[in-house]
């Protein structure tokens, strides 16, 4: 296999490439001291552990399809919920009847909200089973050319290109 843009063989697997630029580190360090001071003698001590991970820009242009959350959509409409709701709080008007018609067009309102999170869970839904595996399994079949940083996936051998991918299809480019 050879890249279709400088016809080099010096190729990698995405998966592989991503791989390579993760970096995992953990450290410790320990520090003590002897102080002297206007309030007298005094001694210190610390201890410190930090663990983390490192990622190159390369593996960060490389990394993989990732599901999208329910969790991360259901806080986003809480928070949407309580800013409905102050918002009832601020405008609710003082006559009695005004307020009452208020009530009822809040409630409609309320019930579009939830009809919209219904919406976004079968989105949610329909992109976790439908797209993501597509996406999954275009990334796991794409090769990187080495030599000019060409995006191959397998089976079309055609080089990837950033403005060529709207996000809306399913197009040759996984980014």
């Given at each position: 296999?050879?890249?279709?843009?400088?016809?080099?063989?010096?190729?990698?697997?995405?998966?592989?490439?991503?791989?390579?630029?993760?970096?995992e580190?953990?450290?410790?360090?320990?520090?003590?001291?002897?102080?002297?001071?206007?309030?007298?003698?005094?001694?210190?001590?610390?201890r410190?552990?930090?663990n983390?991970?490192?990622?190159?820009?390369?593996?960060?242009?490389?990394?993989?399809?990732?599901?999208?959350?329910?969790?991360?959509?259901?806080?986003?409409?809480?928070?949407?919920?309580?800013?409905?709701?102050?918002?009832?709080?601020?405008?609710?008007?003082?006559?009695?009847?005004?307020?009452?018609?208020?009530?009822?067009?809040?409630?409609?309102?309320?019930?579009?909200?939830?009809?919209?999170?219904?919406?976004?869970?079968?989105?949610?839904?329909?992109?976790?089973?439908?797209?993501?595996?597509?996406?999954?399994?275009?990334?796991?079949?794409?090769?990187?050319?080495?030599?000019?940083?060409?995006?191959?996936?397998?089976?079309?051998?055609?080089?990837?290109?950033?403005?060529?991918?709207?996000?809306?299809?399913?197009?040759?480019?996984?980014?």
């Amino acid at each position: 296999m050879e890249c279709s843009a400088c016809q080099s063989n010096n190729l990698v697997k995405v998966s592989l490439a991503y791989e390579q630029g993760l970096s995992e580190y953990k450290g410790r360090s320990r520090s003590s001291g002897l102080s002297l001071g206007t309030g007298g003698l005094g001694l210190w001590g610390g201890r410190a552990e930090t663990n983390g991970t490192f990622q190159t820009r390369l593996s960060a242009r490389l990394s993989p399809p990732t599901k999208w959350s329910y969790w991360r959509a259901s806080k986003w409409w809480l928070a949407g919920i309580f800013a409905l709701w102050f918002l009832r709080i601020a405008l609710m008007p003082h006559n009695p009847y005004m307020a009452a018609e208020f009530n009822r067009d809040f409630v409609w309102a309320l019930d579009a909200y939830v009809g919209a999170l219904v919406l976004l869970c079968w989105l949610i839904w329909r992109y976790n089973h439908r797209v993501f595996p597509v996406k999954r399994k275009r990334w796991e079949g794409s090769f990187m050319c080495r030599h000019c940083g060409q995006i191959l996936q397998m089976g079309f051998n055609e080089p990837c290109y950033e403005n060529s991918y709207p996000a809306a299809r399913f197009g040759k480019c996984f980014r």
